[in-house]
């Protein structure tokens, strides 16, 4: 089984420019969370993806926003870069929407100068 | 405040010792969640749990829900087990919005 894979592992992008983040999640799995880590904080919910459908949204601008694909994995986009917006970026796949143990991703680290 | 405290921030020990983690919420929750970090990023799910205690190996989770309040126990620990622990809240409904505390960093020496 393989496990959840995310892509690519490190990007740098100038303010006011977009980015698409990818996750593959685990096999079998049909949920997919995004996370925002700020360097030495803890991660932050972002939304979560349930069977192609947003089901549950964090605390973030409507200029991230997300795609669930047929075979579950996910898209992360990111609209009109901040230099706040630096971080890294993880996904979570589990089965079921919460009931379910998360398997992580090892992050995209994205910079934005 | 936040929402998921965890004490304490930077722990340091020596190979062997027994090793204590703790985490407060405040929020009512459906599962906390015992996460590993190690440096680069990678996240792995030690432990869900909802009630009682868990062990895995050397690791073992306990959570107090009339308290508000779960532990993370490492015995015999190694210098492997460096790395930053972090719990996580899930407040229940129907996704992961997981609350995060800040991570515990623990260093390990042999």
């Not at chain 1, 970026?89 to 998360?102: D, I, K, M, R």
């Not at chain 2, 020596?14 to 906390?32: D, K, M, R």
């Not at chain 2, 868990?54 to 087990?81: C, F, M, V, W, Y």
């Amino acid at each position: 089984e393989t496990g959840v894979t995310q892509s690519p592992t490190h990007l740098i992008k100038t303010r006011g420019q977009q980015v698409t983040l990818r996750c593959s999640s685990q096999s079998g799995h049909n949920t997919v969370s995004w996370y925002q880590q700020a360097l030495g904080q803890g991660p932050q919910f972002i939304f979560q993806y349930y069977r192609e459908e947003e089901n549950g949204r964090g605390n973030f601008p409507p200029r991230f926003s997300g795609l669930q694909f047929p075979n579950y994995s996910s898209e992360l986009n990111v609209n009109a870069l901040e230099l706040d917006d630096s971080a890294l970026y993880l996904c979570a796949s589990s089965l079921g929407q919460t009931n379910s143990p998360l398997h992580f991703g090892n992050g995209t680290r994205l910079t934005v100068t | 405040k936040n929402e998921v405290e965890q004490s304490p921030q930077n722990l340091t020990a020596q190979e062997g010792e027994f090793i204590t983690i703790n985490c407060s919420y405040s929020v009512g929750i459906s599962a906390l969640h015992w996460l590993q970090q190690h440096p680069g990023g990678g996240i792995v799910s030690l432990f869900m749990l909802s009630s009682g205690k868990k062990k895995h190996g050397r690791l073992i989770a306990t959570i107090n829900i009339q308290e508000k309040h779960s532990s993370l126990h490492i015995t015999a620990s190694h210098p492997r087990d460096s790395a930053v622990y972090i719990c996580a809240a899930n407040s229940g409904g129907s996704n992961y919005k997981l609350t995060f505390g800040k991570g515990t960093l623990l260093t390990v020496n042999p």
